[in-house]
């Protein structure tokens, strides 16, 4: 909608700046001037009112009346016929007085730095003029605090805040009490993260405070220097000068939302990377800032009018943060343009211009009226033949590398726990968690104050062990300082106390209620944990489709594309485990190619609190069925015989070659794990050998351990393991394996003797007990499965749902948008990062939930055999979802939506190389798909040179013969290496999944034998330029099935990072590479999956509603408080009701895709879920 083409604009073209239009021509104007421009004030009009012109004036600072914006939008404003704008000189505003200023009719005048409000107030009061923006309203722009009294009696939401005046003549208004984690301010209480804003609106200092449990420090905002906006201190103390507004942080993934109002019908919006996130400000090749324009809901177009009118300012900017699903007004800026629209420089002219001439054409006799024009029709970008579209990406990942976790367990009955339990609500649940650093505090100092009794009165009538109560507060007065990350401490009632276990039997059994204290260290994400996460962020961009200018020819060029033009709705989830929140942060900014350090990240990126056991399960509190299955595992564990045919059934009941493996390795459990402590015994006395040398006094271990911290965690594992009768506790088995992997991996320059035999037999023992703790047989595994993550299946399931328009997701506007060539694209990606019980648990679900029949699906049986071989789901391990649409099929049609099933066993451990299990690749083609003849047009080219397209390069010479198998579907991009090539040499591509298809194979559901050539673990994209190019050579076909099967997979890479170059982090060891995702499935239907998850979460709230029952009477029989059922450990969720017409199926789409039309449904849409489910759609 050009302005050009309105009733009652002229042709003229050329604007008619009058005066101060030309910088250097600046003149002081005199009387003939002034009636030359306006007619003559306060006389009787004989001119012919025909010619009489309408002035504007611009009234403000040469730097704003002179800019782009303003230019642009005023040489559109003169294209009105009647309509002459008048620039008042910046000298004349600033020396002269204002009866010398210019007249005019109609006055656009708005305050920045140095300009004289007063002044062009007693302008407005001498000459009347009609007024864009109120002058008097911009008075209270200026103040914070007004701002926010003006939104508050508007009804507009904005964050929870408190205002701190430090005025002497109103103390009552200058409360603080600052804490480690919270502010309480005049009596409102603020936790961390919260934000610290100036009350001035000129003072751009603005601070966020992180808490403890993200590291601490603060984030300061500033106005734009070159490329920053903001910095990262490690200062966590508020300022103690200067007058504040504290409020409540909003967590925006990253994204502030700018809006800009002309008039109350018509507001622009604009969304840009979050100052606060890494402080790096993008800009384009002008230098502006990047931002892009998105859609506003009729919600926010409902606030952008009252902000509007509010503070009468017809062009107004304001900031929205979009945060769980509603809009927040942070900040009033008043006067403002946007900065790079075209678009909205057409609209702006036409509606000032339209306002303008409604106001006073009548009055100065003007025939005009208002121009009716057809609304623009939008852009409908189209597609042909046959393509797929990626719809929706669902990871749920574990953590990475760590240091070993540590525990301690002891039954407390002293009336201080007691005490320190009720005063932070344990009775509610029946459990207490305390992480932050104020509550670990206080269980150190009743640690302290039960020892120093013991050393007064030693027959003091003090429960508590001695050793018990010394371990806690050494490991609590670990590194001088506290930070929940690194340690926490877990109540949990016991109304008749605990049973004694066999190896600590001592007096009678007391009577009487108790507390089971559990003490937890240990579990840190490691330097090299970060570096995994980092790296497999970087490499999962290139699972996205398109890309270009910046990001073209690089891996996940088109992730970063989708992802800052706001077409990637992306949300991240972690459990609370510091080490998993660090894990999401760091794959966050490899991800997203972040910069700087995790703190912002995490708190802005990374979702954790308030999700009823999403993520989270306590491994302390055991259901029936576990605890049945831990019993059967120590029965058979503990048979000092060579394992028989009854043993194998007993213990392997599925025939997993991996159990079975372990097994015949161990032969007899007993005499093995005599091994295992004689092995465990002989490195405590080389460590304590080592601390006697007094050239390791001051040796360094990985991560700043001491050879004390390394000896400590020996010692504890040899006591604990071989229990006083004798006996073996077989829970210590995981906690061994888990220290010697980590020595094995970090500590390996010590050249302690026969830690890989240690390691090849912990390992063994340790493939038997991880796996099988979560159920022995497949319906104990099922069993165990729903208890720990059907939460986290329902949120799935949603997800799947919901790839449709959802309002609360930043989403590109495509009628404003530039050099976007798909506009419409939308793709959802949602994360889940957790720790290996649920990893494990929906592995099972898939596994043993009945998705397919092995019997009657080649491929999935084919996938069944492989997951029965991996050994061990290690860090980093990867189940990932991916939905496809195809636009060509009818939106009813079963075949619309796509699923495909993908798993990574995560990280490679120690000699994994020559028996690791091998896959089929991924993303290999789908029988239903080994007929058709794709149309060569139908696919996105991506090798063309065109904008949202990734500047691919060709195929590369493969050495081993691989049928490259693929289906065509967009973002099916891949990294490959020669074979011959070693990794510091290695010569990367990438290339869309095109190949030659044989027409002699057959349909037979085997179309997963092409090997898997996506890494996870990509070098710097940087790096990636300076890779040798080699030229393409013909892929060779297999003529006959027999062939296929019997070839060797196609060599995988993925590389190692040893202190590589971009990690910044400090002695980092060898950091072990990741297995490349495997296609479990490809050629699944939504309509399957939806169906498999209803039926097993409908299935596994019935169990679990059972479970709550027996729970339930048995806490109640005990006297006990009630439990909470939407505890961690017991979630309970009301299964989804889907209520949706017969007619329709549940894949049934009322629009088309995302791909033909940006603003309809472009995904299975599906009734709302019963208001009972706990959970948000995002």
């Not at 990350?485 to 877990?490: A, D, H």
């Not at 306590?618 to 259901?623: G, I, Y």
């Not at 020595?743 to 063994?764: I, K, P, Y």
């Amino acid at each position: 909608m050009s302005g050009s083409s309105g009733q009652g604009m002229c042709n003229s073209g050329l604007p008619r700046f009058l005066i101060g239009s030309e910088v250097g021509k600046i003149r002081e104007l005199d009387d003939a001037d002034m009636r030359n421009i306006s007619g003559s004030y306060g006389e009787d009009e004989e001119e012919d009112q025909s010619e009489r012109q309408i002035v504007v004036g611009i009234c403000s600072m040469m730097k704003k009346s002179k800019s782009k914006p303003m230019t642009e939008i005023m040489e559109r404003l003169c294209k009105f016929e009647y309509i002459t704008v008048v620039i008042f000189p910046e000298e004349v505003i600033l020396n002269e007085p204002v009866e010398k200023w210019p007249l005019c009719d109609c006055l656009i005048s708005f305050h920045s730095k140095g300009f004289p409000l007063d002044k062009a107030v007693s302008y407005a009061k001498l000459r009347n003029p009609l007024l864009i923006n109120d002058l008097n309203m911009q008075y209270f722009i200026q103040d914070r605090r007004e701002v926010y009294r003006i939104l508050q009696e508007e009804g507009i939401d904005l964050p929870r805040y408190a205002v701190l005046n430090r005025d002497p003549d109103r103390p009552e208004e200058c409360n603080l009490v600052e804490s480690e984690d919270h502010v309480e301010v005049n009596g409102e209480v603020f936790h961390k993260p919260f934000v610290e804003k100036p009350v001035s609106a000129e003072d751009h200092n603005v601070y966020i405070y992180y808490p403890t449990s993200a590291g601490g420090g603060s984030q300061r905002l500033f106005r734009k220097i070159g490329s920053r906006s903001s910095v990262y201190s490690p200062e966590s103390t508020v300022r103690k000068t200067g007058s504040y507004i504290y409020e409540e942080f909003m967590p925006t993934d990253g994204t502030d939302v700018k809006v800009y109002t002309v008039g109350p019908d018509y507001a622009h919006a604009e969304a840009r990377k979050s100052p606060a996130l890494d402080g790096k400000v993008e800009r384009d090749s002008e230098g502006k800032e990047i931002r892009y324009p998105v859609m506003l809901t009729a919600m926010e177009k409902l606030v952008a009018r009252k902000v509007c009118l509010a503070f009468k300012q017809t062009v107004c900017g304001f900031d929205l943060l979009r945060a769980n699903g509603h809009s927040f007004v942070c900040d009033v800026n008043g006067f403002s343009f946007v900065k790079n629209s075209m678009k909205y420089y057409d609209d702006c002219a036409k509606v000032l211009g339209n306002m303008v001439m409604r106001e006073l054409a009548p009055q100065f006799h003007i025939p005009w009226s208002i121009p009716m024009e057809a609304e623009d029709i939008p852009i409908v970008p189209t597609t042909s033949g046959t393509m797929m579209e990626l719809r929706c990406v669902i990871a749920v990942i574990r953590h990475g590398d760590r240091t070993p976790k540590q525990k301690m367990k002891m039954e407390v009955r002293n009336a201080l726990f007691f005490d320190l339990f009720e005063k932070y609500g344990g009775y509610k649940s029946g459990k207490l968690k305390l992480k932050k650093p104020k509550q670990l505090q206080e269980v150190l100092d009743i640690a302290r104050q039960l020892l120093a009794e013991l050393v007064l009165h030693n027959d003091c009538e003090i429960e508590e062990k001695k050793s018990k109560l010394e371990q806690l507060k050494t490991v609590l007065e670990m590194y001088g300082h506290f930070s929940g990350i690194n340690r926490k401490v877990q109540l949990t009632y016991l109304p008749n106390g605990q049973p004694k276990a066999s190896s600590e039997e001592e007096d009678a059994l007391k009577e009487g209620p108790s507390l089971l204290l559990v003490l937890k260290w240990g579990g840190e994400l490691t330097p090299a944990g970060r570096v995994q996460a980092e790296e497999l962020g970087r490499a999962f961009r290139c699972m996205y489709p398109g890309g270009q200018g910046d990001y073209a020819g690089f891996p996940g060029c088109g992730l970063l594309r989708l992802h800052s033009t706001y077409r990637h709705d992306l949300k991240i989830y972690a459990s609370d485990e510091g080490r998993v929140q660090m894990t999401a942060a760091a794959f966050a900014k490899g991800l997203l190619a972040l910069e700087g350090e995790l703190t912002p990240i995490l708190v802005q990126m990374v979702k954790s609190a308030n999700m009823n056991g999403l993520l989270d399960s306590d491994s302390d509190s055991l259901t029936d069925c576990q605890q049945r299955v831990k019993a059967r595992l120590h029965e058979i564990m503990q048979k000092n015989k060579d394992f028989s045919e009854e043993d194998y059934n007993k213990l392997a009941p599925t025939s997993s070659p991996s159990l079975v493996n372990s097994m015949r390795v161990i032969v007899n459990p007993v005499r093995t794990c005599d091994q295992v402590h004689t092995l465990i015994k002989s490195l405590t006395y080389q460590i304590c050998k080592r601390l006697e040398d007094p050239k390791s006094a001051d040796l360094q271990l990985y991560h700043s351990e001491t050879l004390e911290l390394m000896l400590q965690r020996w010692s504890k594992l040899e006591r604990d393991f071989r229990m006083k009768n004798g006996r073996y506790d077989i829970s210590k088995i995981p906690d061994i394996y888990d220290c010697v992997k980590y020595d094995t991996q970090h500590n390996s320059s010590l050249n302690l003797e026969d830690t890989l035999e240690l390691f090849r037999l912990s390992r063994a023992l340790a493939d038997i007990i991880i796996p099988q703790e979560y159920g022995i047989t497949k319906a104990e595994k099922l069993d165990i499965a729903s208890a720990y993550c059907l939460p986290l299946v329902k949120k799935i399931q949603l997800d799947l749902q919901r790839t449709h328009e959802d309002e609360a997701v930043n989403k590109l506007h495509p009628l404003y948008s530039r050099g976007v060539m798909s506009p419409g694209r939308h793709v959802r990606t949602r994360l889940y990062f957790t720790s290996e019980s649920h990893v494990h648990s929906l592995l099972s679900i898939f596994r043993y939930g009945g998705l397919l029949d092995d019997q009657k699906d080649e491929q999935w049986k084919q996938a069944m055999d492989y997951l029965s071989a991996v050994t061990e789901l290690n860090y980093m391990t990867q189940i990932v979802i991916m939905l496809y649409e195809d636009n060509n099929k009818d939106p009813s049609s079963e075949e619309r939506f796509h699923v495909e099933l993908h798993f990574s066993p995560g990280v490679k451990g120690c000699k994994d190389e020559d028996n690791a299990p091998m896959g089929f690749g991924f993303r290999p083609a789908s029988s239903e798909n080994h007929e058709k003849q794709t149309n060569p047009g139908s696919l996105e080219d991506l090798s063309q040179d065109e904008p949202d397209r990734a500047a691919l390069t060709e195929p590369i010479n493969i050495q081993r013969k691989s049928p490259l198998i693929r289906n065509r579907k967009a973002g099916s991009m891949e990294a490959l290496s020669e074979s011959n090539t070693s990794s510091r040499g290695l010569a990367y591509r990438i290339f869309p999944s095109t190949s030659r298809q044989s027409p002699e194979i057959k349909p037979s559901g085997l179309g997963a034998q092409c090997a898997g050539l996506f890494s996870a673990s990509f070098p710097n994209l940087r790096d990636l330029t300076r890779a040798p190019r080699k030229k393409p050579s013909s892929l060779r076909s297999l003529s006959s099935q027999a062939e296929l099967l019997s070839m060797p997979a196609v060599k995988r890479f993925s590389v190692s990072y040893a202190r590589h170059p971009t990690n910044g982090f400090e002695g980092c060891s060898l950091v072990p590479s990741i297995y490349p995702l495997e296609t479990l499935h490809n050629s699944l239907s939504l309509k399957q999956v939806d169906e498999f998850l209803t039926a097993l979460c409908k299935n596994g709230s019935e169990a679990q509603f059972k479970r709550l029952k027996s729970l339930s009477a048995m806490f109640e029989s005990h006297s006990q408080p009630s439990i909470d059922v939407d505890s961690p450990e017991t979630p309970v969720s009301i299964p989804v009701q889907l209520n949706q017409p017969a007619a329709q199926p549940l894949w049934y789409t009322s629009g088309p895709s995302s791909t033909v039309s940006s603003a309809g449904p472009s995904s299975p849409s599906v009734a709302e879920p019963s208001s009972n489910f706990g959970f948000n759609n995002e």
